[in-house]
């Protein structure tokens, strides 16, 4: 795997760099800001970026800009945002974007290594990775009748699958049964009207689309 960082704070940047390469992923690059990454990546082929939303020189949405036009012009690109905020409103332009893998992940999450490490591999190949906070904003902010129709369980359910956890690491979180999991997984699909097609990422990706896309 060949990995892209882009991080103004030295002092994370180079402890993303020693942590990855400790788990033998490679970083073909390790930028302080957003300018240069549109040529590393053609030049360096990466099959992540790892980026933050604010970059210099104004620190507002150079990273966001950043992400969405290398995956713009890279469909197979993972993208895995880490942010000190909350910011539902880019991730709903990151799900309007083409590319590969998308993840969306609190700083603080770096430091459960493992799991930081897996969302890497998983959104290098594909998959999602958001954050719960970020889902449940994205959550909290809609008012519709299928997403207001579920229980609490069934709303914990739908933020795990989010960040991409299986039925099994959803039972494990939740503590509960695998038949219970698939249970909670089939009211949510029936009350947001959407098919189950049995593939876990399809699944995340159906539900973050009715979240971003409004429908009921």
Known sequence: MRVVIVEDNALLREGLV?????????????????EPLADVVTERSPDLVILDVRLPPTFT?????????????????????LSTYVEPVYTAEL??????GL????KERVSDVAGFVDAVRRVATGGTALDREVVSALVG?????????????ERETLELMAEGRTNAGIAKAMVITLGAVEKHI???????????????????LAV????????S
């Open 103 to 106: 993840g969306y992940l609190l």
């Open 18 to 34: 020693a942590l990855l390469r400790d788990e033998e992923i490679e970083i073909v690059a390790a930028l302080d800001r957003a």
């Open 95 to 100: 799900l309007d974007s083409p590319g590969g």
């Open 61 to 81: 949405d150079e990273g966001i800009r950043a992400a969405l036009a290398v995956r713009s012009a890279h469909s197979d690109l993972g993208t895995l945002i």
């Open 141 to 153: 902010g809609r008012r519709t009748s299928g997403l207001s129709a579920m229980t609490p369980r």
């Open 186 to 204: 089939s009211n949510i699909f029936a009350k947001l009207n959407l098919p189950d097609t049995g593939d876990d990422h399809r699944r995340v």
């Open 208 to 215: 973050l689309a009715y979240l971003r896309d409004g429908s």
